[in-house]
C-alpha cells in the first residue's frame, strides 16, 4: 500500500463498512447484511501461481518495485509488534499485549504479500475454541475463566511469515554402528554364596560411511514477527497451505495485518536451521544400520526463492496481577495456544485438601496400623506427589 493509496470497503447499499467474512468469497456489511463477492476470489481460489521472489536479490535489496509497498506500521511499546492498518485510523490496541498503539503518520518500504490464508473461523467459532480450551485449564483463576464466558471479541491478525524454497545436493561423512550380542560373566550372591552367572551384553561395530543426499524443499515456513512468542507459533502448526491465495487487501478488509520485523536475512537463517535438520535426517537414512554417527555434511543450495504471506490468528490478550497473557488461535483450523496464569489460591485450597484427605486417612486407618501400611507399599506411608 502506498502512502497516498488507503483501501476502503463501502456498501453499495448502505456506504457502511464492510469486512471480509471468513471462510467465505464475499465481503459483508455489519450494517445492514448486505453481501459483495471479492473480485480476485474465483482466481484466488484456483490459481497456486504465485509470486516466487529470487532470494539472492531479496537478501542485496535489489527486488522490482512492484513487489514492495509503502506501509504505515507503528511498533507497539510494550511487545514491539509492528501494526499496520488501513484508513485513517491513528490509534488502535495492540491485538498482541493490548497496549494501547498511536500510528505513525510516516511510511515504510516492506516486501509486499505474495499469498495469504484468508480466515476460515468466525470469531464467534474461535472464542468457541478458546472457552473450551480455557475450561480445560487446572487452578486457573475464576476471572480467567469469566473473562472467556463474557465473550470478549478476539482480534483477528494476519501473521507475517516467511516460506523458503531450495534445491540441495549434501555430501557427507560418518559411521555406520552394527550392533551385536557378546555373553559376559559376573557374580551374584545367592543365600550368601557367591555364584558366576552369564548375560547377554550389547555392543556396537562402527563402519566409516560417506555418501551423497538431495532434497527439495517447497514452503518451509518461518514466522516472520518477533510480537509472539515462537514456542507458542510453532505450536499453531500444522498450516494448510493449499488454502494460500493470491494476495488481495480484500481479505483484510475488518482485519489486522502485522508487518513483518524478523529481516529476510534472518528468516533465511531459520529456514536453512530447519532445511539442515531435515538433511541430517536424510543423512542418517543413508548410512543406515542401527545407530549413525554423522560427521560433516556439506550441503550445495541452489534455485533458492521465498514469499512474504499472512496467515490467520484470532487473539485475545488478557490481564493478570499486571502481566499480560495471549491466548491464540488458529484462524485455519482451530488450533487453540496461549500463555496461562496460575491461581495461588486454588493451588493453596488444593494442598490444603490433599493434606486434610490424607490426614482424614491417617485417622480412619489408625496410628498403629501405619507400620502395616508401609510394609505393603514397599516400606513407606503413601503420600499424594502434586506438581505444579
Same mark, same amino acid.
Given at each position: 500500500m502506498t502512502a497516498a493509496e488507503e483501501f476502503r470497503w463501502p456498501c453499495t447499499q448502505c456506504g457502511a463498512k464492510l469486512r471480509y467474512a471468513p471462510g467465505q468469497s464475499s465481503l459483508t456489511c455489519d450494517h445492514c447484511g448486505h453481501t459483495q463477492d471479492i473480485p480476485s476470489a474465483p482466481e484466488a481460489a484456483h490459481s497456486r501461481a504465485f509470486q516466487e521472489l529470487d532470494l539472492a536479490r531479496g537478501l542485496r535489496d535489489d527486488l522490482p518495485k512492484g513487489v514492495m509497498a509503502e506501509v504505515r506500521p507503528s511498533s507497539c511499546p510494550s511487545c514491539g509488534a509492528q501494526i499496520e492498518v488501513t484508513g485513517a485510523?491513528?490509534?488502535?490496541e495492540c491485538p498482541f499485549c493490548a497496549t494501547p498503539v498511536v500510528l505513525d503518520t510516516g511510511t515504510h518500504r516492506l516486501i509486499k504479500p505474495q499469498a495469504?490464508?484468508? @480466515?476460515k473461523l468466525s470469531e464467534a467459532e474461535a472464542r468457541r475454541a478458546m472457552i473450551d480450551w480455557m475450561g480445560s485449564l487446572w487452578f486457573a483463576p475464576n476471572t480467567l475463566l469469566e473473562y472467556a464466558r463474557k465473550g470478549r471479541a478476539m482480534n483477528g491478525i494476519y501473521v507475517p511469515y516467511w516460506t523458503f524454497d531450495a534445491d540441495t545436493a549434501s555430501d557427507y561423512t560418518g559411521q555406520r554402528g552394527e550392533h551385536y550380542w557378546e555373553s559376559e560373566s559376573y557374580s551374584v550372591t545367592v543365600n550368601g554364596r557367591s555364584e558366576r552367572r552369564e548375560r547377554q551384553v550389547r555392543k556396537t561395530r562402527w563402519y566409516s %560411511?560417506?555418501?551423497?543426499?538431495?532434497?527439495? @524443499?517447497? +514452503?518451509?515456513?518461518?514466522?516472520?514477527?518477533? %510480537?509472539? !512468542?515462537?514456542a507458542l507459533a510453532d505450536q499453531l502448526? !500444522?498450516?494448510?497451505?493449499?488454502?494460500?491465495? !493470491?494476495?488481495? !487487501? +480484500? *481479505?483484510?478488509a475488518g482485519f489486522q %495485518?502485522?508487518?513483518?520485523?524478523?529481516?529476510? %536475512?534472518?528468516?533465511?537463517?531459520?529456514?536453512?536451521?530447519?532445511?539442515s535438520q531435515v538433511i541430517h535426517d536424510d543423512v542418517c537414512r543413508d548410512i543406515g544400520g542401527d545407530e549413525q554417527r554423522v560427521h560433516s555434511?556439506?550441503?550445495?543450495?541452489?534455485?533458492?526463492? @521465498?514469499?512474504?504471506?499472512?496467515?490467520?490468528v484470532w487473539m485475545a490478550a488478557y490481564k493478570y496481577n499486571s502481566?499480560? *497473557?495471549? @491466548?491464540?488461535?488458529?484462524?485455519?483450523?482451530?488450533?487453540?495456544?496461549? $500463555?496461562?496464569p496460575w491461581s495461588i489460591w486454588k493451588i493453596g485450597f488444593a494442598v490444603l485438601g490433599a493434606a486434610a484427605a490424607i490426614a482424614a486417612a491417617i485417622y480412619l486407618i489408625g496410628p498403629e496400623n501405619l507400620g502395616f501400611v508401609a510394609d505393603r507399599v514397599g516400606g513407606e506411608v503413601p503420600f499424594l506427589?502434586? $506438581?505444579f
Open positions: 485510523t491513528h490509534a488502535t495469504v490464508v484468508p @480466515f %560411511a560417506s555418501g551423497h543426499v538431495t532434497r527439495d @524443499f517447497d +514452503d518451509v515456513l518461518v514466522i516472520a514477527s518477533n %510480537a509472539l !512468542p515462537k502448526e !500444522p498450516w494448510g497451505l493449499r488454502d494460500l491465495a !493470491p494476495y488481495s !487487501p +480484500d *481479505y483484510l %495485518a502485522e508487518g513483518y520485523t524478523v529481516s529476510l %536475512a534472518d528468516g533465511q537463517v531459520e529456514g536453512r536451521r530447519k532445511m555434511v556439506n550441503t550445495n543450495w541452489s534455485d533458492e526463492t @521465498f514469499k512474504h504471506v499472512l496467515l490467520p502481566k499480560s *497473557y495471549r @491466548f491464540l488461535v488458529n484462524g485455519q483450523t482451530g488450533e487453540v495456544q496461549g $500463555e496461562r506427589d502434586l $506438581e
